[in-house]
């Protein structure tokens, strides 16, 4: 063998070792660097949201109280248009914003009763009501009514994507799961569509999103798992949105409990995917919680939008579940196996959560008296 072979195979194995010991230094420093941070990072954290956390608190029970001396936007002369707005929440965001002197565009499917609600708003004090008779799941009908509105009034202040649908069911009992799409088609992708389209006239006008997503797109809710995705996703994409918007368009995200409408009526997806209304799965699903005033719901979105809030929490005590659900997610599994999840093999319509409502005779002093009735708007 030539020397210069011989340096060649020497200088070879001098780089291979130098190599593997720089990448057993560097995995032995990734690895320390890993069980540092396993070590004292939570301990760390933990003790910053604490204190954070109390600090938190504190702001927002002093808040509470200066919230209605603090200022709020005049909606004389503006534009909201409110999808969903033929019944139930959106219906009453409608009433809030003709009462505030807002011009509005109302959009649902059912063409009479969107109209029954135009001409209460104008009595409320709206000076002018367009309803434009839409399917938010189809894209061109988002196009075409966002451009009516512009069209219409020449301007758009507040976009507020309400309309949506629900299912309670059991996943397991889901017979015809090809016909779930709209929920994720109406309630997620109709907010999206709408405000795609809607952007770039907001932009002109400062204006605002308003996103009614629910509160079980962050709490665990059986028989709600489909319909709690779809809003999972309506919360994860304003919160995002919101950030590439900031400071010229605000979203506020209303993350409701449960309200009186046509869904809490028991107007839902059954598990063949049919809209039906089934009050006995409504039981089964609501129980024993309390459900708020659309009146005072409503009241509260307009108003918490029109101050820029971030979030709408209703009814107030919902917070303290959500706090429960990040902090110790533990306690509320418990809970809700305690009320939801029914023996296997037995139907869902046995758990403790409607035993009991029916037990206590709660329906009288937990649910409004409206959503008793299984009837419905029809067109
Ligand atoms: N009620 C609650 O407890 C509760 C709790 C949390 C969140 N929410 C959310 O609040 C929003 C309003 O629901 P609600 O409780 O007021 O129930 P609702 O009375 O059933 O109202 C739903 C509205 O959405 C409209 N809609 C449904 N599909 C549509 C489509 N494809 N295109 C256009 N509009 C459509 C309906 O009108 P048409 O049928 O005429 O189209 C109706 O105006 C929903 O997004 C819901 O998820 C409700």
Redesign the pocket.
């Known amino acids: 063998m030539e020397s210069y072979e011989v340096d060649y195979c020497c200088f070879s194995v001098v780089v291979y070792v130098f190599n593997f010991v720089i990448v057993l230094c560097y995995s032995r420093a990734m690895n320390l660097i890993h069980k540092l941070m396993h070590l004292f990072l939570p301990p760390l954290i933990l003790l910053t949201s604490s204190f954070t956390l109390s600090l938190v608190i504190l702001f927002n029970f002093i808040y509470s109280f200066l919230r209605p001396a603090l200022p709020i936007e005049n909606m004389t002369g503006k534009v909201a248009l409110i999808?969903?707005?033929?019944?139930?929440?959106?219906?009453h965001i409608a009433y809030e914003y003709a009462k505030k002197g807002a011009s509005l565009v109302l959009?649902?499917?059912?063409e009479n009763?969107?109209r029954e609600v135009a001409r209460k708003a104008v009595q409320l004090g709206s000076p002018d009501v367009l309803a434009v008779p839409?399917?938010?799941?189809k894209v061109h009908e988002c196009k075409k009514f966002v451009e009516e509105a512009v069209n219409h009034f020449g301007r758009l202040d507040h976009l507020v994507c309400?309309?949506?649908?629900?299912s309670f069911c059991a996943f397991e009992d889901i017979t015809g799961i090809g016909n779930f799409t709209?929920l994720m088609?109406?309630?997620f992708w109709?907010s999206i569509y709408t405000t795609s389209f809607a952007i770039p006239h907001l932009k002109k006008t400062k204006g605002k999103i308003i996103a009614?997503?629910?509160?079980?797109g962050w709490l665990i809710s059986p028989t709600l798992s489909l319909?709690g995705a779809s809003?999972a996703a309506v919360i994860n994409f304003y919160e995002r949105l919101r950030k590439e918007l900031e400071p010229d368009v605000k979203v506020t995200i209303?993350a409701?409990?449960?309200?009186?409408?046509?869904?809490?009526q028991g107007?839902h997806l059954d598990n063949e995917g049919v809209v039906k209304v089934n009050q006995e799965m409504r039981d089964v699903s609501i129980g024993i919680l309390p459900?708020l005033s659309?009146g005072k719901c409503a009241e509260s979105i307009v108003n918490k939008a029109c101050r820029g809030e971030r979030y709408v929490i209703e009814p107030p005590w919902f917070k303290v579940l959500i706090l429960i659900q990040f902090l110790c997610p533990t306690l509320l599994e418990w809970a809700v196996h305690f009320l939801y999840v029914t023996k296997s093999g037995t139907p869902v319509t046995n758990a403790r959560n409607k035993k009991i409502l029916d037990a206590i005779g709660g329906k009288k002093f937990l649910y409004p008296s409206s959503i008793l009735s299984s009837q419905i708007k029809k067109?």
């Open positions: 999808t969903g707005a033929s019944s139930g929440i959106g219906e959009v649902a499917r059912r009763s969107l839409a399917d938010v799941s309400n309309a949506g649908i629900i709209p088609d109406i309630n109709g009614n997503a629910s509160s079980s319909y809003k209303a409701l409990g449960f309200i009186e409408s046509e869904m809490s107007k459900i659309v067109d």
